[in-house]
Structures are given as structure tokens and as C-alpha cells.
T-cell receptor
Framework: LAKTTQPISMDSYEGQEVNITCSHN???????ITWYQQFPSQGPRFIIQ???TKVTNEVASLFIPADRKSSTLSLPRVSLSDTAVYYC????????????FGGGTRLMVKP | NAGVTQTPKFQVLKTGQSMTLQCAQD?????MYWYRQDPGMGLRLIYY???????DKGEVPNGYNVSRLNKREFSLRLESAAPSQTSVYFC?????????????FGEGSWLTVV
């Protein structure tokens, strides 16, 4: 299972774009890259998932370079409500694979 | 849409007591997981079940047992609770296969062992 490395914490201000990078040097061919958001006292929730290149949804964008050894979650124009912990998860959930999380990035959005 | 449901939400145990955390999902998912999260820390996998009838150890299985009762239900048992098991416990499920690794979490169970 690919080990992930993320910054422990980041600060930003309302209205700014935030980019959080995750390193996963030993990503396997079948592995997907998925990002989760966790608010205090809640379970993590899915934000976005990708395999290669760029993926965009109504919440975020995910950039994956050709070598797939890293990925960047981009949150456009953050608000105070985006203050949370963001986890990068790399793996493939077929039968028999366990999915483990790294330490996550604590994002603090300031007014 | 209930998703993943955990019970109880809160529990206080005395050292040495036993208890079972219940989890059920209504999404017909094959895989289910139990994670623990200590204050200010990340998620650590305790046990997982890739499919009905199978269970496997995760990163921190010591002190816990699990049962995959059927496809819907996956319970976590503490046989003799210790203060070090004070944590928030999250149950989760995923459908596996070609769905990558999208995991759906329950709301958590807050356990305090005194």
C-alpha cells in the first residue's frame, strides 16, 4: 500500500485558492488517489478521486502529474467553513486490500 | 439514506469491562472497516472485512475482535477495555471493485475508558 506524505498544517485566508500536495512515491499501477475532508467530531467525507491528469468537481480540483508520484488538491476561493483536516488516500479497494490513512493536513482558513 | 450507522454514539467504560460497537450499512457494500482516531491524530485501521465471511487485521488490532455478521453488519468488540482504548471509533464501508477507494464513514462512537 502506498505511503503518503502531506504537510501537517496550512493557513489561508478567505477567498484564496489553497493547494495541498500529497507525495506517494511508491504508488502502484492500479492505485487511485482519493481526498477526504474531516470536520471536528465527524467522520471523513469524500471530496474527489482521480487516477491521472486532472479531475474537477463542484468542490475541488485534483491535479496528478504523469508519474503519479504526487497529487495536489486545489480548493478555489476557500471560506471559513473549509477549515478542516484533509486526508490523501492512495490505494485500490479490491477484495483483500486494506485502506490506511496518513496523518492529514490541518487547514485553517482565517477571515 | 442512512448510509453507515454506528451505535452507541457515546460510551463510558471502566477498565476491564467489555463492550461491542455495532455498525450497519445499507449500501450493499462488500468491504467494511473499523478505524480509531485519538485526539488530534489521524485515522488508524483496526480491522477490516473485504467481504462477508472474511476479516483481517489492520494497523492496530491488539485488544480488539471483530465479527462480520452478514453483509450489512460489522461489529467491534473490546474484551477487556483499557484507558489506552479511549478514542473515537469510526466504522466505514466501500463497494470495492472498480470504484477505486471511495469509503463512506459513520458518524463515530466516542468511547472513554476510566
Amino acid at each position: 500500500l502506498a505511503k503518503t506524505t502531506q504537510p501537517i498544517s496550512m493557513d489561508s485566508y478567505e477567498g484564496q485558492e489553497v493547494n495541498i500536495t500529497c507525495s506517494h512515491n511508491n504508488i502502484a499501477t492500479n492505485d487511485y488517489i482519493t481526498w477526504y475532508q474531516q470536520f471536528p467530531s465527524q467522520g471523513p467525507r469524500f471530496i474527489i478521486q482521480g487516477y491521472k491528469t486532472k479531475v474537477t468537481n463542484e468542490v475541488a480540483s485534483l491535479f496528478i502529474p504523469a508519474d503519479r508520484k504526487s497529487s495536489t488538491l486545489s480548493l478555489p476561493r476557500v471560506s471559513l467553513s473549509d477549515t478542516a483536516v484533509y486526508y490523501c488516500l492512495v490505494g485500490y479497494n479490491n477484495a483483500g486490500n486494506m485502506l490506511t490513512f496518513g496523518g492529514g493536513t490541518r487547514l485553517m482558513v482565517k477571515p | 439514506n442512512a448510509g453507515v450507522t454506528q451505535t452507541p454514539k457515546f460510551q463510558v467504560l471502566k477498565t476491564g469491562q467489555s463492550m461491542t460497537l455495532q455498525c450497519a450499512q445499507d449500501m450493499n457494500h462488500n468491504s467494511m472497516y473499523w478505524y480509531r482516531q485519538d485526539p488530534g491524530m489521524g485515522l488508524r485501521l483496526i480491522y477490516y472485512s473485504a467481504s462477508e465471511g472474511t476479516t483481517d487485521k489492520g494497523e492496530v488490532p491488539n485488544g480488539y475482535n471483530v465479527s462480520r455478521l452478514n453483509k450489512r453488519e460489522f461489529s467491534l468488540r473490546l474484551e477487556s477495555a483499557a484507558p489506552s482504548q479511549t478514542s473515537v471509533y469510526f466504522c466505514a464501508s466501500s463497494d470495492g471493485g472498480d470504484a477505486g477507494n471511495t469509503i463512506y464513514f459513520g458518524e463515530g462512537s466516542w468511547l472513554t475508558v476510566v
